[in-house]
């Protein structure tokens, strides 16, 4: 996938990475957000009423290999699991292999939002965090900006519980899509990924015992016991909902549909080296899965790209 060649989309996607860099640091090696995180390998196999959905190739298939990354939020890669404001919300990144060089991705991450509607407001959002000093007088431009944008102040807000496994925390996708299926009938939806286990959280008291890598260390002792699996969903869209800004959530009413099952059998080897290679793309690519108008979509794509390169060029020095 090649960068964009439009200069004021190429300046955004550097200007996001700067502020995310002015935030958290810069961590060689590591990604901008996300920074600490593991990679696990396994299958997924879809649902039979996937293919009412969409004619994707990873729906037509008896079974596809994926690499599934667990994350803690934030860009410092030494961030404890248990830290009560900072590790949350945790993201899964899923990649389905589909070819040689070949593949499509779903990103989620376990609040079911996000702060901003467009990368222009996502910048300003990050601009005002990393200008922000709680010692200095109030409102700070942090606070100032979540006053003005309601969606941010949730997100801010939000409860972070801490779970117990990343076996046993669900994710949300941020972007809707478009699912075409074999017969050209569309929907929109947002992908869910449900731990089969259900979820479960700690207690405050109970999250602050827990070591600083906790959840990392169980999933090596669970995957050392037997395979961990997630349900896919996917969320259908109505007439007359968002299809194309991330802050909008839609109703709990709305029909969830059972896309497949993800069985993790493995701790990717290498696991730190792949981490570096690996770089996930929130757009589909594929047939039969295609964007939603969402303007968020193509600069956070630029974004991974853009610091998933400078990561390889970590690895390499």
């Known amino acids: 996938m090649p960068l964009p060649t439009d200069e004021k989309a190429l300046a955004l996607s550097h200007d996001l990475l700067q502020a995310f860099d002015n935030v958290f640091g810069v961590h060689p090696g590591f990604r901008p957000a996300h920074a600490k995180g593991a990679l696990l390998s396994g299958t997924f196999a879809p649902s039979p009423e996937a293919a009412t959905l969409t004619r994707a190739p990873h729906i037509e298939r008896k ?17 404890p699991d248990n830290d009560p404001q900072g590790a ?3 993201g899964c990144a899923i990649r389905f292999h ?11 991450h376990s609040h079911d939002g996000f702060p901003v509607g467009t990368a222009e407001e996502f910048l300003e959002f990050l601009r005002a965090i990393a200008a922000s000093d709680p010692s200095k007088p109030h409102p ?9 944008h309601p969606a941010a102040l949730a997100f801010v807000q939000a409860p972070k519980p801490i779970p117990t496994s990343f076996a046993k925390e669900k994710f949300f996708g941020i972007n809707a899509f478009k699912f075409t299926n074999v017969e050209g009938a569309t929907r929109y939806g947002r992908y869910r990924i449900v731990p089969e286990l259900g979820t479960e959280y700690l207690a405050t008291e109970a999250a602050a015992a827990k070591t600083p890598n906790f959840l990392f260390d169980d999933l090596s002792e669970r995957i050392a016991q037997g395979p961990i699996k997630f349900h896919i969903l996917v969320q259908l869209a109505e007439e007359g909902d968002a299809v194309d800004d991330a802050t909008v959530q839609w109703s709990e009413g709305r029909p969830l549909l059972t896309l497949g099952e993800i069985t993790l059998d493995a701790i990717v080897p290498n696991n730190d080296a792949e981490q ?5 793309d929130l757009i589909p690519r594929i047939d039969g899965i295609e964007p939603s108008g969402d303007p968020l979509l193509d600069p956070r794509a630029n974004l991974y790209l853009l610091s998933g390169r400078r990561r390889r060029a970590a690895e390499q020095a």
Do not use: C, M, Y
């Open 63 to 79: 079974s596809t290999p994926v690499t599934v990354r667990f994350s803690d939020s934030t860009g410092i890669p030494t961030i």
């Open 98 to 108: 589909l070819a040689e060089h070949k593949h499509t991705d779903i990103i989620s």
């Open 276 to 280: 570096r290679q690996i770089i996930f």
């Open 140 to 148: 700070n431009p942090v606070e100032a900006f979540v006053s003005t």
């Open 88 to 90: 949350s919300p945790r």
